[in-house]
């Protein structure tokens, strides 16, 4: 499958900008507590430091909270799966874990995994299911890559949503990512196709973990 990522976003150097952070009380759904919540707006100045445009609709606060709640979602589900690679890594014996090490220059034994950011964790994975013959449906070395792609870019995805302050220009009426890229603060649109895309690239890598793992899935608690 193809992962949709964040767009990449220039905005203006010609433009005066200014972050302001309205914010509003909502009733949480689980319990009777009255939560703050933030907005965070870019709106553009005229030569006189006056706000040019509009104010900040009610849509306005939907779409923001929308976006927002499913990248808090998405980055739950890299969680799950970074949790989920760990714990494959820690069944390898010793001595597997100790040639992968080698190959990667990582330094320590088994225990240092729990160390290991979620990049370096696919790192020391994709070598392993590459040797591997045995996962039902990823037979060829040609679906183990594609899959070890997804993963890579899945985390690469996670780190902007993890990192990244998310901003709602408001007179072009876009929703943007301010995060770091190689040293550098950068701007990148998010839309829901992106976090749909995004979950949908979650399930495929949990059920590969699962035909990895040999389960077929993970037994559910009702409570």
């Known amino acids: 499958m193809e992962l949709l990522?964040?767009?990449?976003?220039?905005l203006s150097t010609e433009k005066k900008w200014l972050h302001y952070f309205p914010y509003c009380n909502v009733p949480s759904i689980y319990t009777d507590i009255q939560?703050?919540?933030n907005m965070n707006v870019l709106v553009e100045m005229d030569e006189n430091g006056k706000e040019?445009?509009?104010m900040v609709v009610a849509e306005d606060w939907n779409n923001y909270f929308a976006i927002q709640g499913l990248?808090?979602?998405?980055?739950?589900?890299?969680e799950i799966l970074y949790v989920r690679?760990?714990?494959y890594l820690k069944t390898l014996n010793d001595d597997e874990i100790a040639t992968l090490f080698e190959s990667l220059k990582i330094e320590g034994g088994k225990e240092i995994l729990t160390k290991l950011d979620f990049s370096k964790l696919r790192g020391v994975?994709?070598?392993h299911v590459k040797k591997r013959k045995d996962i039902p449906e990823?037979?060829?070395?040609e679906k183990i890559k594609e899959i070890t792609k997804l993963f890579a870019d899945f985390i690469t995805d996670r780190n902007i949503y993890v990192h990244g302050r998310l901003i709602l220009v408001l007179m072009e009426n876009k929703l943007i990512i301010e995060h770091i890229s190689q040293g550098v603060e950068v701007y990148s649109e998010i839309?829901?196709?992106i976090l749909k895309s995004n979950n949908a690239a979650y399930l495929k890598l949990s059920s590969f973990m699962d035909r990895v793992s040999g389960i077929d899935k993970y037994p559910v608690k009702l409570f």
Do not use: E, W
């Open 125 to 127: 994975f994709s070598p």
């Open 52 to 54: 040019v445009g509009r």
């Open 191 to 193: 839309n829901i196709d």
């Open 71 to 78: 990248m808090n979602h998405c980055i739950n589900n890299a």
């Open 35 to 37: 939560l703050t919540k």
């Open 85 to 87: 690679l760990r714990d």
């Open 138 to 141: 990823y037979d060829t070395i």
């Open 5 to 10: 990522h964040p767009i990449p976003y220039q």
